[in-house]
C-alpha cells in the first residue's frame, strides 16, 4: 500500500500536469485565432486572405485585372481562396506541434481540418486564347429608340340580348 507522502506527490504531479497542458491548450488557442493565410492567382492580380476559421477576411487586387475578364476575375478570386484554405490544415498542424504536441485531440482537429477544407486548386488554367472572347456590344446612346407596340383593340361591347349565341358568331368557332 502506498503511504500518504507518495499519494499526495501524486496528486501534486497530476495537478501541476493539469495546469501546464491548459497552459500549453490556451496557447494553442491564442495561435488559431491569430491564423491569417493568404492565396493568390492570376498571376498575382488577385488575392484573398482567410482568417482563423478559414472564412475570407479580405480580397486585394491589382491593377492587372483590368486585362481580365469578369468570369476570370471570379474564378481568380474563388482559386486564390481555395489556395489559402488549403494550407489551414498544414498551418494547424504546425501550430499543435508546436504547443500540444501529438495527442488524440490535436489529431482530431488536424483531421477535421483536412475535411472541412480543400485540397489545393490545381494549376491555374491557361488564360483564354485571344480573339475567343464573348464581347456583348449595346447600341450607342443616341440610336432612335424603338417603336412603341401597336395599341391593343378596345374589347367589343357585350350585347345583352336574348341570342341564343351568346359571346360567340354563327360563322366561325370560337
Do not use: C
Not at 501524486?10 to 491564423?35: C, L, N, P, S, T
Not at 351568346?166 to 368557332?173: P, S, V, Y
Amino acid at each position: 500500500m502506498a503511504d500518504l507522502g507518495d499519494v499526495e506527490r501524486m496528486v501534486d504531479d497530476w495537478e501541476r500536469d493539469a495546469k501546464e497542458k491548459a497552459a500549453r491548450y490556451q496557447r494553442m488557442q491564442q495561435e488559431v485565432q491569430g491564423i491569417s493565410i493568404t492565396g493568390s492567382a492570376a498571376g498575382g492580380a488577385v488575392s484573398v486572405t482567410v482568417g482563423s476559421n478559414g472564412i475570407p477576411t479580405g480580397v486585394a487586387m491589382t491593377d492587372a485585372v483590368r486585362k481580365l475578364s469578369p468570369d476570370e476575375i471570379a474564378a481568380a478570386v474563388l482559386t486564390a481562396m481555395q489556395q489559402a484554405q488549403s494550407r489551414y490544415p498544414q498551418r494547424i498542424r504546425e501550430i499543435l506541434a508546436e504547443t500540444v504536441g501529438d495527442d488524440e485531440t490535436s489529431r482530431h482537429l488536424v483531421a477535421t481540418a483536412e475535411e472541412n477544407f480543400p485540397p489545393p486548386p490545381e494549376e491555374e488554367p491557361p488564360p483564354p486564347a485571344p480573339g475567343r472572347q464573348l464581347r456583348i456590344e449595346t447600341e450607342a446612346d443616341d440610336a432612335t429608340p424603338p417603336p412603341p407596340p401597336p395599341p391593343r383593340p378596345k374589347p367589343r361591347p357585350r350585347d345583352d340580348g336574348d341570342d341564343d349565341f351568346g359571346d360567340q358568331t354563327f360563322l366561325r368557332r370560337d
